[in-house]
């Protein structure tokens, strides 16, 4: 009884349990894959200062942008600060209407907007009046009722620190962000 074909065919039965297991854990993964949804809603605090070299002391002034999704909705915050008191903040409310690869690319369609401002602000820097004429180009349902989309590319996440560098399409100013 020293048939190579029987010797073969038992040999196909011994590899049959691990055959078994890694088709149950390849069926496990896809299972997990289809029903576990990652939570896609994120919020990211980007900041930035800017110190002024004519004025000897402590001016400082910078820029906080915050961007807040919470599933298509789209929640944007710009504020100016001077010496970490807020002058004027740009908020903003949109849908996001189209997420495509290869770079991460938001698509943001604006609903509304408000304007803060500390009443003692008299005087707006130029920057300060560029966002307040983006933010109103952007608006969907205004007055004219179309408005401009506007994107924001993910260049680089890093979730392990918690970080992530943002691109806004109207200026390309780079942002990094801290993932909260």
Known sequence: MNNPLQRELFIGFRSTPILITLIFILGL??????????????????SSNRYDHDHHGSQHAGLRFEIERVGSAVKLQMTYLNDDKDLVTVSGTGTLVEVSAPVLTYKVLLDSAVLKSDLLQTVYEPHMQE??????????????????????????????????????????ALWACKIQ
Do not use: H, W
Request: glycine content about 6%.
């Open 131 to 172: 966002t307040v004429r983006l933010v109103k180009k952007s608006i969907n349902k205004g007055a004219a009722g179309k408005g401009e989309a506007f994107y924001i590319k993910v260049l680089e996440m890093d979730k392990t620190t918690g970080f992530v560098t943002i691109q806004l399409s109207e200026r390309n």
């Open 29 to 46: 993964c896809m299972a997990l894959d289809y029903f576990v949804e990652p939570n896609e809603d994120v919020k990211l605090v980007c």
